[in-house]
């Protein structure tokens, strides 16, 4: 019987050590990723802060990248200039693929930016019965080898939910992508209303 205590005390010990090595990585991985976030747009947040002239061409380039679209309009907004934003990338398709993007390049999801994505459809349910919507963009995407998720083919993520009066780059409190959910096996319906359920609910 003894025996049995030590190698549960061990092997609670090993769990106990694993988790804490696993948070004090997850923490340095993140602390890395957003220094490397703010290298991306530091050049732009400098001439802001300095009230340099801009144009919209200035912008583009942020725009046009999926990993720095959103915080580049965070940073406009900031400092009153989102009249300067490219007008193409103005919308809640546009805002809602950057921030899926930045999500899943965080070290806990996929750890990386996927190198195709693609824009499904819109799911929309009526969360309460009385005709209160919410919306949710539902997006398919893959990453090239030799990333481990290669494998997969294309995956689903959701982003939402969003409101009838939302604005581009409102920020999406339930944006989630069950990495395995391959886009062959799960409908974008099914997977908007796991993530409506699981996580949107639930918050």
Known sequence: MKIVFIIIGVLVLIIAIFAVYRLITVKRQTSKLNKERFERVKALYDKLEIGEDLTEQDILPYARNILTRQTAFQLLEEHDKVHLFPKEYYSLIKGAESNLANWLEFPTELDACPDEMEHIKRVTFDFDGENNFVHYEVFKYC??????????????????????????????????SRINSKFENVTADEEAKWVHENISMKR
């Open 143 to 176: 990453i090239y080898e030799p990333h481990w998720a290669s494998k997969d083919g294309w995956c689903l993520g959701v982003v939402g939910p969003y409101f009838d009066d939302s604005k581009p780059y409102d920020f999406a409190q339930a944006t989630f």
